[in-house]
């Protein structure tokens, strides 16, 4: 009776106020009759009344305000009415007493965290304990008739996030971390947690424990996901989980309704969602008046679910009646495709629709045997009169594909065990993964590797030897060029006995001259040069060295350093032979007396030594045209080619493209890859991704929990060194000596040591190395 008569003294409506700073957090009393709104810029205490916030008192009192008002938590105690706690941004927390006469309502100041304080929390029963988790890594249980606090709890983490006393267990508190670990501990035993689990991949920014469920414990981090676990059973078990838009930044459950909890985001979803886990795919109600991003919500009473209030960082408080919430599913599709690993295809659609006719296309449908049948071909939804969502009768039609064609898939199981993302340059990873692709009978990606290794491969020389990267006069390198060997099979038939006689001449010439080491050409084999935009084949021009007598006359500096060009005509008949090759700039007195340039037949002369301009155009070129194509790709559904594409691009391309749009295709693509098995793809692709979302993944928190070899105890996760009984406890069992590295164990024995030890003893007994008598076996 008590229950029922505090519930229907609430009345209200939707209604908002305008606040004089963002809000960090709201708290309300025992009564629902007054609500608090702290942040940086306002601690303030409204009264709810039913046309509308009125203020009640300002908090922020004083010339100069202190950064004790400065509040990143706030939370009014349930069992004493004019009592508050806030958690400071400068490390205090702090405690207010509401019937102070004085204008000034803290009444105790508590300095010992070292950073921000996250989190303030009262005990539900126990007017004098509050609990606090910073940023600094620790927790402290204060006594509110001490001046200190009377337990410190260390999580050895970088920053507690959140901390919450259990609703039915006296003794017990939750904390939630940065690392993404969960601790539950004994406000008796600071020493050790009680339990710890990793709950989320990323930190854990917030948690709930149901007000009537004993062991049912809500948290949500960075992941989008909102989990609920189950710590009445020995092994901590997750047994719903839902999967948000955004980061969760609060949860609180929904009083009087066991499967719903509402939920707000610390950044780009603005909006407040209630979720039925049971349905964790689609909101319940939603909330859509902020503008900005919400920052703090609470039920109005603990015994009503009608009423909500938030309060958000576009300075407005509200208070949201649930019955003008929107409601998603009304708006959702209720028709839903989806295909099966191996090809299978399955449709939902409302039973009145799959009930009609049947028409043509369902000649694809495959009928079951009443008993041995893979799946139904009509699972129908029973109704469930405690269900929240609207009801809506649902017809499942599966398409069954053949047995074999699961073989369908192969090529991306090939293809992603085949291509190469890293290790090799660029112009041979584009070859191979070519070379993979047509070997799949995947054309179309097989040109796309060839066309990217054209388009961003650097111009190369590969037949020009170091010593003819540079001139003499440290000028940039001729043209490219190709040998003679290369060229013969493209040169015309009437010209090959006179282009053997100049290829023995100028190998003679080139013999004759092998002891001077500066001349070009003279190290190698004779070449022809060219230039790629202007010459055809019949252009080309060799290089040929003249057998000049070693008692020429000295040579002589020109008069003029830079000489006159001479007109270089398109199709000259006949050209001339240089006079004046001693006076290029680019070739030194001894080369000039042993090289000139000789006209074969049917070849003309040109004196290009530079290129005026680049031949090729510059990478950035193609990065328009490139983008189009990765999202081509990705559009049609095969991420697996513009990831491999963008990994192999890197920053040629990673620019050019948003940066959550590579998120989205590195997500599938791993996805996919997880789904086929294929576990160190999967892990490469993190490891090469340049998403700092992406590469998180493989760096998650994960903990192992190890146990001394000698006492058998839990090890702190510090040092070598068991903390009781002072034994290493990682010995090798062969060597004795402590494993820093790879450490294998028996699963029978729990005796190990180095792996390549270990492998070695193996090979020559089959008994445990310790000599325990167990027979050992290394798999």
Sequence with gaps: MEKMTRVSTINGRTMFCHLDAPANAISVCRDATQVVVAGRNIFKIYGLEEDGFVERLNLRVGRKPSLNFSCADVMWHQMEENLLATAATNGAVVTWNLSRPCRNKQEQLFTEHKRTVNKVCFHPTEVNMLLSGSQDGFMKCFDLRKKESVSTFSGQSESVRDVQFSMKDYFTFAASFENGNVQLWDIRRPDRYERMFTAHTGPVFCCDWHPEDRGWLATGGRDKMVKVWDMSTNRVKEIYCVQTFASVARVKWRPERRYHLATCSMMVDHNIYVWDVRRPFIPFATFEEHKDVTTGIVWRHQHDPYFLL????????????????????????????????????????????????????????????????????????????????????????????????????????????????????????????????????????????????????????????????????????????????????????????????????????????????????????????????????????????????????????????????????????????????????????????????????????????????????????????????????????????????????????????????????????????????????????????????????????????????????????????????????????????????????????????????????????????????HLCEYT
Excluded at 391 to 399: D, E, T
Excluded at 447 to 474: Q, V, Y
Excluded at 682 to 696: D, F, P, Q, R, W
Aim: glycine share 6%; with cysteine.
């Design 310 to 773: 938030s309060g958000s960082k576009d300075s407005t408080l509200y208070q949201h009646m649930f019955k003008d919430a929107s409601r998603p599913v009304d708006r959702a599709n209720p028709e839903g495709l989806c295909f099966g690993l191996f090809g299978d295809l399955a449709f939902a659609a409302k039973e009145s629709l799959m009930s009609a006719p049947a028409s043509a296309g369902d000649v694809g449908r495959k009928t079951y045997p009443g008993g041995d049948r893979r799946y139904p071909i009509f699972f129908f939804k029973k109704p469930d009169v405690t269900e929240q969502f609207a009801q809506v009768s649902s017809a499942l039609s599966v398409f069954e594909s053949e047995a074999d064609s699961s073989a369908g898939m192969d090529w991306f199981i090939n293809t992603a065990q085949s291509y190469l993302l890293s290790g090799k340059p660029f112009a041979e990873l584009c070859e191979h993964n070519a070379h993979v692709a047509k070997s799949l009978n995947r054309p179309q990606e097989s040109t796309t590797w060839t066309m990217l290794r054209i388009m961003f491969s650097e111009p190369a020389n590969p037949s020009l030897s170091t010593n003819h990267n540079l001139n003499k006069s440290g000028n940039l390198p001729l043209v490219n060029s190709f040998s003679m060997k290369e060229m013969s099979g493209a040169l015309n038939e009437r010209n090959k006995e006179n282009r053997q006689d100049n290829i023995h001449s100028l190998e003679t010439n080139l013999n004759n001259n092998d002891e001077n080491e500066e001349t070009e050409g003279s190290e190698g084999q004779a070449e022809y040069l060219f230039v790629d935009d202007e010459l055809d084949d019949d252009e080309l021009y060799s290089m040929e060295h003249d057998n000049q007598p070693a008692e020429e006359s000295e040579y002589l500096l020109p008069q003029e350093a830079f000489p006159l060009r001479h007109e270089i005509m398109d199709h000259p008949s006949a050209p001339e032979p240089l006079q004046e090759k001693q006076e290029s700039p680019h070739v030194s007195g001894s080369e000039a007396e042993s090289m000139c340039l000789t006209p074969m037949e049917s070849f003309s002369l040109i004196s290009v030594s530079q290129q005026l301009f680049s031949p090729h155009l510059p990478p950035k070129f193609f990065c328009p045209i490139v983008k189009e194509m990765l999202c081509y790709y990705a559009e049609q559904g095969d991420v697996q080619m513009a990831v491999s594409v963008l990994i192999v691009l890197g920053d040629r391309i990673r620019k050019e493209i948003d940066e959550l749009m590579q998120e989205h295709w590195y997500m599938s693509y791993i996805d996919l890859l997880q789904r086929f098995e294929l576990w160190n793809v999967s892990n490469e692709v993190i490891k090469l991704s340049t998403c700092g979302a992406i590469m998180c993944l493989n760096q998650a928190s994960t903990t192992l929990h190890i146990n001394c070899s000698n006492c058998k105890r839990p090890m702190s996760n510090k040092g070598w060194i068991c903390d009781r009984c002072h034994q290493c406890a990682s010995v090798c069992a062969v060597c004795h000596h402590v494993v820093k590295g790879l450490f294998v164990w028996c699963q029978g024995c729990s005796h190990g040591g180095h792996l390549e030890h270990v492998m070695e003893w193996l090979k020559q007994s089959k008994h445990c190395p310790a000599g325990c008598g």
